[in-house]
T-cell receptor, first 121, second 111 residues
């Protein structure tokens, strides 16, 4: 069954709107979650690492004021695309790893949510 | 810069054929290599490889890693139309909780 749940699956909104996407880990606690963006026919590009209780770590070239990440609990991370514009239209996907033995995250694969297709008109 | 390169980028075969997908990598501090299958939505996990030479198998799919040559292959035997998807290779970096993805191989299986 699903390990990571993402909501909503589809958003269509006008330019200038802020959009919030939720990512939940199901039946496990995730101190770290990851947010990716995927443009059509391209691979996944990591945007940021979401850390529970602390600031997110953004990849080079990703505007932290544009893409706000909040990881307020051990099972929920949110990505808010602020003042979205057509160029922000993309497929946004989150992931998390289940806790493992020993080095907690290093021997567990990342599991992905179903993604959110964002279309800004 | 950490890099993962997949080949071919696109592959079209007939049902029943066997295919081999390739993934090479250059990373500063290798931890693991993962294969994912992506259809219309998000990627689904197939395999995680950490040791050289140990084949992982699941039904008609199998994968192996060569850490000396910095290379992995994903084999699919007796392909079916349901195998049509984008196959993504990703490398986990030691000390950093993130994955670096390749461009993906778009596999199309024709009946």
């Amino acid at each position: 069954g699903a390990v990571v749940s993402q909501h909503p699956s589809r958003v269509i909104c006008k330019s200038g709107t802020s959009v919030k996407i939720e990512c939940r880990s199901l039946d496990f606690q995730a101190t770290t979650m990851f947010w990716y963006r995927q443009f059509p026919k391209q691979s996944l590009m990591l945007m940021a690492t979401s850390n529970e209780g602390s600031k997110a770590t953004y990849e080079q070239g990703v505007e932290k004021d544009k893409f706000l990440i909040n990881h307020a609990s051990l099972t929920l991370s949110t990505l808010t695309v602020t003042s979205a514009h057509p160029e922000d239209s993309s497929f946004y996907i989150c992931s998390a790893s289940k806790p493992g033995q020993g080095a907690a995250w290093s021997n567990q694969p990342q599991h992905f949510g179903d993604g959110t297709r964002l279309s800004i008109l | 810069e950490d890099k993962v390169v997949q080949s071919p980028l696109s592959l079209v075969v007939h049902e029943g054929d066997t295919v081999t997908l390739n993934c090479s990598y250059e990373v500063t501090n290798f931890r693991s290599l993962l294969w994912y299958k992506q259809e219309k939505k998000a990627p689904t996990f197939l395999f995680m490889l950490t040791s050289s030479g140990i084949e992982k198998k699941s039904g008609r799919l199998s994968s192996i890693l060569d850490k000396k040559e910095l290379f992995s292959i994903l084999n699919i035997t007796a392909t079916q139309t349901g195998d049509s998807a984008v196959y993504l290779c990703a490398v986990g970096i030691q000390g950093a909780q993130k994955l670096v993805f390749g461009q993906g191989t778009r596999l199309t299986i024709n009946p």
